[in-house]
């Protein structure tokens, strides 16, 4: 599994994903420290963005945010992702900055890219 920050483990509990689902995981770190999740998609508008809501695995959790992923097709042939988080106050979104969700964010894009070129290359 490609997805998440480098040294993480991804443990699927359910996952569906079309507009309205839900994706329920935990990011484990290696000495077992787990970290529980849900996505639930908001929009998937193929192949151009996916927006959820992001946060624990918990009912209206404090933390959560909304992130959206876009997808532009450039004139070379590449595409650009950009992923944006939208926090509802600029102290979550500094807290979570501080926690390094961009660096994070940077090593789980860097994983996606080597998945993506693996895939290509068989």
Same mark, same amino acid.
């Given at each position: 599994m490609w997805f998440g920050p480098e040294g993480m483990a991804i443990?699927?509990?359910e996952i569906d994903l079309s507009p309205g689902g839900v994706w &329920?995981?935990?990011m484990v770190a290696a000495g077992g420290t787990r970290y529980s999740n849900r996505m639930v998609f908001l929009r998937m508008e193929a192949p151009a963005l996916i927006e959820v809501e992001h946060g624990s695995d918990q009912e209206n959790d404090?933390? &959560?945010f909304r992130m959206l992923v876009t997808f532009d097709e450039q004139s070379d042939g590449?595409?650009?992702?950009t992923l944006r988080q939208m926090h509802p106050s600029r102290e979550q979104r500094e807290r979570t900055i501080g926690f390094g969700a961009v660096e994070y964010g940077g090593q789980t894009l860097e994983k996606l890219a080597l998945h993506?070129?693996?895939v290509r290359g068989r």
């Open positions: 443990e699927t509990k &329920r995981f935990d404090p933390g &959560r590449k595409t650009v992702l993506v070129a693996k």
